[in-house]
Structure formats: structure tokens, C-alpha cells
């Protein structure tokens, strides 16, 4: 089946960095684009960073715009977001998620299958 480990997350000071991991299993990761999602509490779920299944390219949210970076490994079934200049603000849990192009716009591989996250606290 579908399935998503997320991994990384911590507590970190303003202004310091981490990388978050997820590893996917149960699909052809490498014809799937990735994309980073956060959940902040009390807030809905809002769209970090997108890569496509080749690497090729990424589009970010204009609040993480010149911070954090999307990549992938296909070889390792893997996504990362590499998150640096870290700001209170970022403080959620990160989810990934896989999705496929179709009809012009982009599908999730399976809505049922969100992983448990990883919780990112930025806090002094």
C-alpha cells in the first residue's frame, strides 16, 4: 500500500536549520511529483514546496521562498526539504504527498495514505 514516513523534525532556535526526510513505498515513486505540505495548529494545511518526478523543477510558497529546498532521490524513493533561516512562523507538523498531472492539473496519489508527519517547533 501507499505509504509516507516523514522524518527530521525537531526543536530548533529562530534563525537555524533542519532537514526533513520522507520515505515513500508502495508506488512508482520515481513517475510521481513530491510535494511538502505543513500543518500549523488551528490552521488548515497549506502547500510548502512542489518537485517534479524528475527533479527538473520546484515552486515554492512565497513564505519559504530563498529558505527551504525541495529534492528528491528516485534511487532512494526519497523527498527532502531542507529548511534554513528558520522563523517561528514555520513552527507545524510537515507532511509529503505524491501527486500525478492530469487533465492540466495536479492529483494526489491517494488522499487516504498522509503519513503521521514530523514536527518542526522553532522556538527560543
Known amino acids: 500500500q501507499v505509504q509516507f514516513v516523514e522524518s527530521g523534525g525537531g526543536l530548533v532556535q529562530p534563525g537555524g536549520s533542519l532537514r526533513l526526510s520522507c520515505a515513500a513505498s508502495?508506488?512508482?515513486?520515481?513517475?510521481?511529483?513530491m510535494r511538502w505540505y505543513r500543518q500549523a495548529p488551528g490552521k488548515q494545511r497549506e502547500l510548502v514546496a512542489h518537485?517534479?518526478?524528475?527533479?527538473?523543477?520546484?515552486n515554492y510558497a512565497d513564505s519559504v521562498k530563498g529558505r527551504f529546498t525541495i529534492s528528491r532521490d528516485n534511487a532512494k524513493n526519497s523527498v527532502y526539504l531542507q529548511m534554513k533561516s528558520l522563523k517561528p512562523e514555520d513552527t507545524a507538523v510537515y507532511y509529503c504527498m505524491a501527486y500525478y498531472y492530469s487533465g492540466g492539473v495536479y492529483h494526489p496519489l491517494d488522499d487516504t495514505s498522509w503519513g503521521q508527519g514530523t514536527q518542526v517547533t522553532v522556538s527560543s
Open positions: 518537485i517534479t518526478h524528475a527533479g527538473l523543477s520546484t
Open positions: 508502495g508506488f512508482a515513486f520515481s513517475i510521481y511529483a
